[in-house]
């Protein structure tokens, strides 16, 4: 798995950058066939603050691309935001692409 995590306007710091990996090391830990990571932290320039700190996120699986992206007036609660998203994402492509047939059950006489 490659994980890049990269910042617009915004200084990525190495607890900013263990923050990130350890919040994306669940998904990783749910689906073990993700081929690569890119996180884009940003700060926009919105005079509201509420929504300034971004997070974005694609994540390249094996047949698909997911992308989620979430916005706080915290860094730190943009990343939890945008990781519970993605994991949800992950599980719900994990569950469509396992095999679903199942044998149907013999009747007994």
Same mark, same amino acid.
């Given at each position: 798995?490659?994980?890049?995590?990269?910042?617009?306007?915004?200084?990525?710091?190495?607890?900013?950058?263990?923050?990130?990996?350890?919040?994306?090391?669940?998904?990783?830990?749910? +689906?073990?066939?993700?081929?690569?990571?890119?996180?884009?932290?940003? #700060? %926009?320039? @919105?005079?509201? /603050?509420?929504? !300034? *700190?971004?997070?974005?996120?694609?994540?390249?699986?094996?047949?698909?691309?997911? +992308?989620?992206?979430?916005?706080?007036?915290?860094?730190?609660?943009? #990343? %939890?935001? @945008?990781?519970? /998203?993605?994991? !949800? *994402?992950?599980?719900?492509?994990?569950?469509?692409?396992?095999?679903?047939?199942?044998?149907?059950?013999?009747?007994?006489?």
């Amino acid at each position: 798995m490659n994980l890049t995590i990269n910042g617009h306007d915004l200084e990525v710091t190495p607890a900013l950058r263990g923050y990130v990996t350890s919040k994306l090391e669940r998904i990783s830990r749910h +689906f073990d066939q993700v081929v690569d990571i890119r996180v884009l932290l940003k #700060v %926009d320039n @919105l005079k509201e /603050k509420d929504l !300034r *700190q971004r997070a974005e996120c694609n994540i390249h699986v094996k047949g698909r691309d997911l +992308f989620a992206e979430s916005a706080h007036a915290d860094l730190y609660a943009a #990343v %939890d935001e @945008l990781a519970d /998203k993605l994991d !949800r *994402q992950v599980l719900r492509y994990k569950t469509k692409t396992q095999d679903h047939n199942h044998e149907a059950v013999k009747r007994l006489m």
